[in-house]
């Protein structure tokens, strides 16, 4: 009895010998219930992949024609009505405000004007397709194979505004073979606006007045898409070739199926044995056992070499003494949600140290990194105001940095940062240059600092390809009356250069490495900078 025991003891603490049993039999179940698998079946995941992409095409169309429908209105609510240096600029507004306008143009007879300056006159030189009450559509306005002409056209009054075929297709991401059309005449005719040109009515199984979504025809599937407007109705066909589950040859899909979940399975259950050996329930125990440390990467005035603040830095410091980087701990708490418990405990621990001494220099700041559930959800507001009170440390010193890419829902983030800002907080973007924040919206957020991203700053004068990207986002922060920070800047050269483009700030190993809390003390107190030393592996 203690031998078999001891079997099943040197088995258990073998997590891929039970991974590989359990995918064994897992695969042995699933190849024999393959065979129960029917048609109808595949049939079924079909129209389900279908239902979720014409959902989905619906939705992003609707953006198009709804911000095409606002463009109008914008421009028909302004009191402009001649062609001059003020109409452009109103022209261009609008078509900086929308993602999806193109062009947008302003008709008086013989007398046209455009925010694209003076490229092909936007004037359609047909009837609109749909003469609504309030709007005319011109549909598939060109078929020529070039994505800057426009292929969808909304006039109301004078004013014209049109998406181009390369919005069109950004938005609406067509399989292969596949069609976009718009039916009018209550499904009398279409027209195709992305994709092949179809049959129509596209066969014998098609019922202009059915109320059926998904039409099942032998070679295609057919979503109609109801829209907000009764003039038109939107249809998407897709061959059923292109479908990911095909119809023949369905037995080949399920047996390498079957293996692959089979697979899964047993990889679950490794999953489930080194759950506690996972990094993630070691970053869980590390939070409890105080193993996370903040550092702290000094900002300095690059003339005067001042240091007026500091980015706080969460590092992890394992009991054997060895760092894990950042690159593999954050992610994965981005992921799992412990993330905001770090923020949370970043935040409480820069208030800990460095609270006496913001106290005593006013003009000091600190700022702290949010994820983006710290952006999206108002949480971060309440925590910080309860930690400055204990503390009495004000809002102004403590920063917020925030990624491009951490900006999920513009407009979410807008409200909850600018509830911060609100209350006094700096708001910074960090890494600024590498993820999807554009002019248009960079505008309208609440934001105070542009941190350039050491990428830019390393190619400044080496990379001819990107070194002139650093002084275009100066001169833009400038512009917008931001100020700007460089990271990364680790040479004289890069520290004057930068100077001369008119920024004012710097952190980086140029001036010191990451410090803990007693170093930055220091370095605030004697009013130095240390020497050369490298002090991010230092205990806290």
Known sequence: MSALLATLRQIFHRPWLLATLAALISACVLLLASVGVNLQQIRESERAVMNARGERFLERLEQVFGQLREGVDKLKAQPLRKCDAAMIAALQQVGLSYRFIYEAAYVDGTVTCSNRGGQRSPEPLRPPDIHGPSYSYWLNTTTEPNENLAALMLGSGRFLVSTSRGHLTDAVDLPRGGSLL??????????????????????????????????????RLIYRMPTKSPDYQLVLIVPRSDM???????LWVLFPGSLLVATCIGWLVLQLIQQRRSMSSELQGALRRGELQVLYQPIFELISRRCVGAEALVRWRRPDGTLTSPDLFIPMAENTGQICEITDFVLQRVLEQLGQLLRANRSLYISVNLAACDVMEPRIGPIAARLLALHHVAASQI??????????????????????????????????????????????????????????????????????????????AHALQLRVIAEGVEFEDQAELLNSEGVI??????????????HFVELITRDRRPAGRRLDDEPA
């Open 505 to 518: 700030y710097g952190q980086g190993w140029l001036f010191a490495h990451p410090l803990n809390a007693a």
């Open 244 to 250: 990911p589950l095909k119809m023949n040859g369905m």
């Open 182 to 219: 718009v039916v009018l005449d209550r499904g009398a005719r279409a027209i195709p606006v992305l994709g092949p040109a179809q049959p129509w009515p596209p066969g014998d199984g098609w019922a202009s007045t059915s109320s059926e979504l998904l039409v099942e025809l032998v070679d």
């Open 399 to 476: 920063a917020f940095e925030v990624t491009e890419r951490g900006l999920v829902d513009v407009v979410v983030a807008r409200e909850n940062l600018q509830a911060l800002r609100a209350v006094g907080h700096q708001v910074l973007i960090d890494d600024f240059g590498t993820g999807y924040c554009s002019l248009a919206y960079l505008q309208t957020l609440p934001v105070d600092c542009l941190k350039i991203d050491k990428a830019f700053i390393d190619a400044l004068g080496h990379d001819a390809a990107s070194s002139g990207v650093a002084p275009h986002i100066i001169r833009m």
